[in-house]
């Protein structure tokens, strides 16, 4: 499946010092307006050196890992120590050209020991160092913050965590891109599976698949091709988990939901009352509020028409409906980013330069993974590294249809552990279009879910030891299980769950790996938040 077509009509001017963000995280390739992002290190000043970890606790150290241990201590600009981590380069079966890029971190949690847990980012082509870096990783460096801190929502308190850029082509990733497919893709995900497994010591392992947007696509296909083999050796599918995910045609998506979405957002939108007349008018006339109140509904009536039959398709006055609204905000706020829609200006510095709908970095600054003394310190190749490909990843483009119209259902039937979650102020891929799909999808013998998702999903109170880590609690969406599938929508989150409310995808987790038993619940957290 392409996304090229998700915003074909944006037509985005930029300044010498930023250009809009390319879209290619839920794979829309925009052209990069603005200059090379480049020039020197920021300088950071330590505080102390940081204290170093007795590594004889180090479970996963041997001869064969020896090769790709990180420092916990030598990471740049990061002044305390992260603890027992690996990182490197490890190839797709017996391939001497075709590399994956890792960093996993084991866990120091008990209750981890014999599971791992994949992180993926989207794009296609864009870096799972992202994550890490900024959502879900041990150490957590935010748009317009001074320093990396200790992140004590890191999944690495609760299980062990890998990293993984793939496909071929992304970030430090090696080799020629020959995807054709998801089917391709998840072939070769299981070349590099096998060795990391081999190498670690991992077999038997529960394998939990998780990650965001494009993933959407990656984290289904993956699992799928894994529990095809019935090879729980290596591939002990035992759970996966989405968020704000491409499981949907583009329709579904952009315009046949744009207008409510604004409208339920309305304070963060103040356009015109011409314009939102119009809007509202393009709504029913191109079909959108009557396909919407026929399909989105609990349970569901039947199967979408096929893409081709959908409302207002052929029509660019109707399919054109988002962009429109899209260019109107912009208007109204230069710094509107499409994946939180709440964010205003200015513009925020960010350390892989990207900081919401913008490229931009400020002079004298570069980007964190770009820099010679990271790229040493995590046993790196030495060379450019962007947070999304610039090469296609799939050359051809990715054939396969959407997740939810083909894997996704079979994957809930075989683990009955699948969680969708959804950021509320994600705009780049809005919630209602991914229940959309979830209505249409076939999984535990019934179509969709019978019931409308309208339980609370609960975040535990808890302590914030540190004003750069606050985060949210209480009542933070809605939430529905059916068959083996959880859905579950995030208040005041946008695109990047675990980025903007941290302490909702911990809880998350911990339903996914069992640790508690259901979104509604409201018992405590199961490690203690307040402490690293």
């Known amino acids: 499946m392409k996304f090229a077509g998700l915003l074909p009509s944006l037509a985005l001017s930029a300044s010498v010092v930023t250009a809009r963000r390319s879209l290619q995280h839920v794979g829309t390739v925009m052209d990069r307006l603005g200059q090379p992002l480049g020039g020197p290190a920021v300088s950071r000043s330590m505080r102390e050196p940081p204290v170093k970890r007795d590594n004889s606790t180090h479970h996963f150290l041997t001869d064969k890992t020896k090769k790709y241990v990180v420092d916990g201590t030598a990471i740049p600009d990061v002044d305390f120590d992260v603890g027992e981590s690996y990182a490197g380069l490890m190839p797709l079966g017996n391939s001497t050209k075709d590399e994956f890029y890792f960093w996993f971190f084991p866990s120091t949690n008990a209750a981890a020991d014999g599971e791992i847990l994949i992180w993926l980012n989207g794009g296609p082509g864009c870096s799972s160092l992202e994550g890490l870096l900024q959502e879900n990783g041990p150490f957590t460096w935010q748009y317009g913050t001074y320093k990396p801190i200790q992140n004590p929502y890191s999944w690495t308190r609760l299980t062990n965590v890998v990293y993984i850029e793939q496909p071929i082509g ?216 962007s947070s999304c490909s610039n090469i296609n990843v799939f050359p051809d483009g990715d054939s396969s249809a959407p997740s939810a119209t083909t894997v996704l259902g079979s994957v809930v039937d075989r683990t009955k552990n699948v969680i969708v979650g959804h950021g509320s102020l994600d705009m780049v891929l809005i919630a209602n279009g991914t229940l959309l799909a979830i209505q249409n999808m076939t999984w535990g013998g019934l179509q969709g879910f019978q019931e409308a998702p309208s339980a609370k999903f609960y975040v535990p109170h808890h302590k914030d030891y540190s004003d750069s880590t606050l985060a949210a609690e209480g009542v933070m969406g809605i939430t529905h299980s059916e068959r083996g599938l959880t859905w579950v929508t995030i208040d005041l989150s946008g695109h990047m769950v675990p980025q903007y409310q941290p302490s909702a995808s911990f809880r998350h987790l911990e339903v996914l790996l069992g640790r508690v038993s259901s979104l509604t619940s409201v018992e405590p957290f199961t490690v203690n938040v307040g402490t690293v």
């Open 170 to 385: 992304t970030g430090f990733s090696q080799g020629t891109p020959t995807a054709k497919d998801e089917e391709d893709l998840a072939d070769q995900f299981m070349l590099f599976w096998k060795n990391f497994v081999d190498t670690f010591g991992m077999t038997g392992y529960k394998v939990y698949i998780t990650g965001e947007s494009y993933a959407g696509m990656y984290v289904p296909y993956i699992a799928n091709g894994m529990l095809d083999t019935k090879d729980t050796t290596y591939f002990n599918v035992s759970g996966i988990m989405v968020y704000d995910p491409s499981i949907a045609y583009d329709f579904l998506q952009g315009s046949v939901t744009a207008v409510p979405f604004i409208d339920s957002n309305a304070g963060l939108f103040p356009l015109n009352t011409d314009n939102l007349a119009t809007y509202h008018a393009l709504d029913t006339e191109c079909g959108y509020a009557d396909f919407r109140k026929k399909y989105l509904s609990f349970p569901p009536p039947g199967a979408l028409p096929g893409p081709d039959d959908l409302p207002g398709q052929g029509n660019v006055t109707c399919t054109s409906l988002y962009d429109k609204i899209y260019d109107a905000i912009n208007e109204k706020n230069p710094c509107f980013d499409i994946y939180q829609v709440a964010t205003t200006c200015p513009v925020l510095w960010d350390v892989l330069g990207f900081p919401g709908s913008f490229e931009y970095l400020p002079e004298g600054a570069t980007i964190y993974f770009n820099r010679s003394d990271v790229q040493a310190a995590i046993n790196a190749p030495r060379e450019n590294w």
